[in-house]
């Protein structure tokens, strides 16, 4: 995990790159990026499940097949990532690196 200075840059980029996304500021959205059969983004979703079953966060999927070249290679090797409005988590990750993510 790490906090990057460049988020709000790199959340720009998704949402511009993805429009149908909802995105409300009283309502600060956790992204999980990933791909169409990517096994590692189905582990990611269900480790996310179970971390909702104690906190209620929300999130969206967000496949980056939709994304143009240059933000495809940034996520290409790194998938799945959950991108917070503050910070970027790459996989592995497990339920406490998601807890540390509303503490940090």
């Known amino acids: 995990m790490h906090n990057d200075n460049n988020i709000e840059v790199l959340r720009a980029r998704v949402i511009a790159a993805s429009p149908h996304l909802s995105v409300t500021e009283d309502n600060p959205q956790w992204w999980l990026l990933g791909t169409s059969g990517c096994h590692l983004c189905d582990i990611a979703e269900q480790i996310i499940a179970q971390f909702q079953a104690v906190q209620p966060v929300t999130y969206q999927y967000v496949d980056i097949a939709d994304f ?36 940090s």
């Open 68 to 103: 143009d070249e240059a933000l495809i290679m940034e996520f290409a090797t790194s998938i799945p990532v959950i991108l917070t409005p503050s910070q970027r988590l790459n996989y592995p990750f497990s339920v406490m690196d998601l807890q540390q993510l509303l503490t």
